[in-house]
T-cell receptor
């Protein structure tokens, strides 16, 4: 079974600074997908970024980028020029790449990020 | 807005009761997933339907059941409710399943008193 670990329960950073959220995972699979989801106070789950394990290039989405280290099974999220709207709970998630069957997301416990004005 | 809709937004009920949560996937999505988010268990996968058929079950209690209808909307039925069933229930959808990103609805907050 896959496990996802987020070792930072809470973090805070000043507005406009850069922050990195950590995520490690454990799997015997070679092909899989990794995601970061954001859950603001509204409780909506919003996709931030996605990484395919077979791609060596790290994914980026505007101010959000990842550092994917497959051998180390590490998948960190970097938020540059942080904004007040980035205040949220951030979840790292894993999904196996298989044919139809069990395409569930396995989530970490989350990191609560607070951006300080 | 993800395009996934869930009703109702909030639900307050008593122990022993039965409730139905409804989910409409994004237009064109064939897969629907249900997740439960609780304080003690975190986010957990419950069940996955693809084009009307059950594909996978996770940590879903026997008191819970789900189905996906021909118009692709899905319902999650929770019966004999207990205090511990209080949680936020999410529905997510994707185009097919494997290799697809799941987009989440706004959730239904269930409070069992």
């Amino acid at each position: 079974a896959q496990t996802v670990t987020q070792s930072q329960p809470e973090m805070s950073v000043q507005e406009a600074e850069t922050v990195t959220l950590s995520c490690t995972y454990d799997t015997s699979e070679n092909n899989y997908y990794l995601f970061w989801y954001k859950q603001p106070p509204s409780r909506q789950m919003i996709l931030v970024i996605r990484q395919e394990a077979y791609k060596q290039q790290n994914a980026t989405e505007n101010r959000f980028s990842v550092n994917f280290q497959k051998a180390a099974k590490s998948f960190s999220l970097k938020i540059s020029d942080s904004q007040l709207g980035d205040t949220a709970m951030y979840f790292c998630a894993f999904m196996k790449q298989i044919d139809f069957g069990n395409e569930k997301l396995t989530f970490g416990t989350g990191t609560r990020l607070t951006i300080i004005p | 807005d993800s395009g996934v809709t869930q009703t109702p937004k909030h639900l307050i009920t008593a122990t022993g009761q039965r409730v139905t949560l409804r989910c409409s996937p994004r237009s064109g999505d064939l897969s629907v997933y249900w997740y439960q988010q609780s304080l003690d268990q975190g986010l957990q996968f419950l069940i996955h339907y693809y084009n009307g058929e059950e594909r996978a079950k996770g940590n879903i209690l026997e008191r819970f059941s789900a189905q996906q209808f021909p118009d692709l909307h899905s319902e999650l039925n929770l019966s004999s409710l207990e205090l511990g069933d209080s949680a936020l229930y999410f529905c997510a959808s994707s185009v097919q399943g494997a290799r697809e990103t799941q987009y989440f609805g706004p959730g239904t907050r269930l409070l069992v008193l």
